[in-house]
């Protein structure tokens, strides 16, 4: 037995890891814990990408506002063309988020199906049997069938492991200085004061008198205020949508493609 053992260590040393990894795949456990996360941060991104879409709307409307001066319209709404665009290239790069998340769950939906586990455990116990029971001229078939098991191994675990990965190091490394609750509360706050400016400049037009109207008209003062209440209420618009684009460009599309190569490579050599 001893020197079976010895003789046999690094088939043995297979068997148990092939065993380990079969247990993990029936744990549902596992699998579910890594579907709650994907949902999770894809309904986040969603919202995320919803109050991008709000921003860019109440901001929309801002630039149209329009004041008549005397033989020239000043569109006091023009100021915030340069946060206009970074939201819209922002929601593109949400788009791209959803979309990755998205490929995780369709992909955690078939690596974590019943028949996917089956058919890997058909594969492991006839990898098990072959390592131990050897017939004549198998050599090239045992090395593809070998690969093959392993390619399935690699593919049913890969997933679920970015999933975990990409959970842990937001918790841990990003979320203290990159909060998606908080940095979308921030924009949220942005969207609800350009609103509120733009609902005021519409009321104060409507109700104001027509000897009001012609005295605004004069009353650089009243533009100024404008001005600066729009500047007022996009302060730190930029640097928020810059936070949110690092934490989404990261936790959706620079992890999972680093994680990926790094298992890839550690896969070839193995294979």
Request: some cysteine.
């Amino acid at each position: 037995m001893k020197t079976f053992i010895i003789n046999n260590w690094n088939k043995l040393l297979l068997l148990v890891f092939t065993c380990i990894a079969l247990f993990f795949a029936f744990s549902f456990t596992l699998d579910e814990n890594s579907k709650k996360l994907v949902d999770d941060s894809f309904k986040q991104a969603v919202i995320v990408f919803g109050s991008a879409k709000a921003l860019n709307g109440v901001i929309s409307l801002a630039q149209g506002t329009e004041i008549n001066l005397p033989f020239v319209v000043v569109a006091v709404g023009e100021i915030l063309d340069p946060i206009n665009d970074l939201v819209e290239q922002f929601s593109l790069i949400m788009l791209a988020s959803l979309v990755s998340l998205g490929i995780q769950k369709i992909l955690l939906g078939f690596l974590t199906n019943d028949i996917y586990n089956y058919v890997l455990f058909a594969f492991i116990l006839v990898f098990n049997i072959w390592l131990f029971v050897r017939f004549s001229k198998d050599e090239i078939i045992r090395n593809i069938f070998f690969k093959a098991t392993f390619i399935l191994l690699f593919l049913r675990f890969s997933i679920p492991f970015i999933v975990y990965i990409n959970d842990v190091s937001y918790n841990y490394f990003v979320k203290p200085q990159y909060n998606i609750e908080t940095l979308n509360e921030n924009i949220m706050q942005v969207k609800e004061e350009v609103s509120k400016i733009n609902k005021d400049t519409v009321i104060q037009k409507e109700e104001s008198s027509f000897f009001n109207k012609i005295a605004e008209k004069f009353d650089m003062s009243f533009y100024e205020k404008k001005i600066d209440e729009y500047k007022n209420a996009v302060d730190n618009s930029s640097q928020y949508l810059i936070d949110l684009i690092i934490v989404f460009i990261f936790q959706t599309i620079f992890l999972p493609i680093v994680f990926l190569y790094i298992l890839y490579v550690l896969f070839r050599k193995i294979v």
